[in-house]
């Protein structure tokens, strides 16, 4: 039987490598403030824990390699919030014990210069989301605004599992427009596990919300297709309070990824609703 873990952890070597790793990305390549007050270059631990989803105990004890084996997801997660190419994070494999991820796809990675343009979007909100609907890496606009869903669970991060398994998720949105969404989000996933013909991830996603939720089940036999490429949503934020956004989805040329943007709709406040969600997501990171 074939595994994808080596068993062999080089701890020592690891911590350094996400020491050194996270001295060289700047906060705001990673859509966070600067601050007048940084006395080590790149990022502090504990964003870099937060962007990945994981506790910032956690992460320390990786860093000071008396941590447990990360998991491959967990690699992935840090691969992310350290902006590690292909190279890096088949490094960060190899020294946590596990082997590299074989034929990973855009899936699997966030390419840099993808992640590079989300950082730039400093006033939008914007994810970037795997065709199934796993949030692979968010700005901090968007972490404020919709909360951070970019945990290093299986399904945890995933938009559609959270919107048929966790009823608080919904809770941000309008009761009306509970039924269009749902649908909205069984659409699409019908639409993408067709193009990955029998991927196992999908078909475990799919297995995991049909045991979940008789509501899914009932949409998913319907077996309505739609690619979700711009729609509008409104969000109750509890300090900007009620928000109409512009749903823009731009599809990466594989189709497996996908850069989402929240833009306010013409003659609307949401933009100045917006500018003050910025200030207020700025101030609560800096503390």
């Known amino acids: 039987m074939t595994t994808d873990r080596t068993d062999r952890v080089d701890r020592r070597e690891l911590a350094d490598f996400l020491r050194r790793s996270r001295e060289r990305v700047r906060p705001q390549d990673a859509g966070l403030p600067a601050g007048p007050r940084r006395r080590t270059p790149g990022l502090r631990r504990e964003e ?14 990786l860093e000071q390699a008396r941590g447990p084996q990360p998991s491959p997801q967990m690699l992935g997660a840090l691969a992310r919030a350290l902006r590690l190419d292909n190279d890096g994070r088949d490094h960060l494999h190899l020294l946590a014990g596990h082997r590299p991820p ?3 796809t855009a899936g699997d990675h966030v390419a840099p210069g993808l992640l590079h343009l989300l950082d730039q979007l400093e006033t939008t909100p914007a994810q970037i989301l795997s065709d199934l609907g ?3 890496a968010q700005n901090a606009m968007a972490q404020s605004l919709l909360g951070g869903v970019c945990t290093v669970s299986e399904h945890g991060r995933n938009v559609v599992w959270r919107w048929f398994a966790d009823p608080a998720n919904r809770a941000a949105y309008p009761a009306e427009e ?4 749902s649908r909205l989000h069984v659409a699409d996933l019908r639409a993408a596990v067709g193009r990955r013909s029998g991927d196992p991830a999908s078909l475990r996603l799919v297995e995991r919300l049909r045991g979940a939720s008789g509501e899914f089940t009932e949409l998913w036999e319907r077996h309505e297709v739609a690619v979700r490429r711009h729609s509008r949503m409104r ?5 900007i309070g009620a928000v109409d956004l512009d749903c823009q989805v731009l599809l990466a040329p594989e189709g497996e990824q996908r850069l989402v943007l929240y833009t306010p709709p013409p003659g609307t406040d949401a933009g100045e609703r917006l500018a003050l969600l910025r200030v207020v997501g700025t101030e609560q990171f800096a503390r």
């Open 102 to 104: 074989a034929g990973a």
């Open 134 to 136: 796993d949030v692979l």
């Open 235 to 239: 969000v109750a934020h509890p300090v």
């Open 48 to 61: 870099v824990a937060q962007l990945a989803g994981m506790s910032a105990d956690y992460y320390i004890r």
């Open 178 to 181: 509970h039924a269009y969404y």
